[in-house]
Each structure stands twice: as C-alpha cells, then as structure tokens.
C-alpha cells in the first residue's frame, strides 16, 4: 500500500512541465524506478524461494537445514518417530 502511494504520488512531478521540473523529475525516476522493482524483492522472491525449497523437499534431497530434533527421536523398536521430542 505504501509502495502504491509513492508512485501515485511521483506521477504528477514525472508529469510536470513547469519551472525546476527538470530536477525534480531527475530525482523522482530513481525513486519511481525503485518503488516499481520493490514489490518484486518482497513478495516474489521469497515465493519463488519457497517454491524451490518445496520442490526440492518433494524431490527428496536433504539439506543442511532441514536436520533438527525430530530427526534424533526414535521409538522403541528403533525407527525414527514423527513426534518432535520439543512437544
């Protein structure tokens, strides 16, 4: 919502003719430019992040990680239990 609102806000000086519009509209692009690729560092990445680790958990490899209690707990005849000992 933030990011919506300063580029709706940047528009009329990227738009303006009058006096000094030339500097402003010099330090608005930066900003403009900036505000724009924003929402892909926030929301996109950690999506397409996550996506890869699913995948990659789905796949079955392991990672470095993933490796916590859960995998140290056994049940008594010695197979790894699915209950995190933390519970």
């Known amino acids: 919502m933030t990011t919506v ?8 000086v990227l738009v303006a003719t009058g006096r000094g519009a030339d500097v402003a509209r010099a330090m608005a692009l930066p900003v403009f430019g900036g505000m724009l690729i924003e929402p892909l560092t926030s929301f ?6 996550c996506g890869y680790m ?11 990680h993933w490796i916590g209690e859960e995998d140290d707990v056994q049940d008594e005849d010695g197979t790894p239990s699915l209950v995190s000992s933390a519970a």
């Open 44 to 49: 996109i990445v950690p999506t397409l992040y």
């Open 5 to 12: 609102t300063t580029l709706v806000a940047l528009v009329p």
């Open 54 to 64: 699913e995948l990659k958990m789905r796949a079955g490899f392991r990672d470095q």
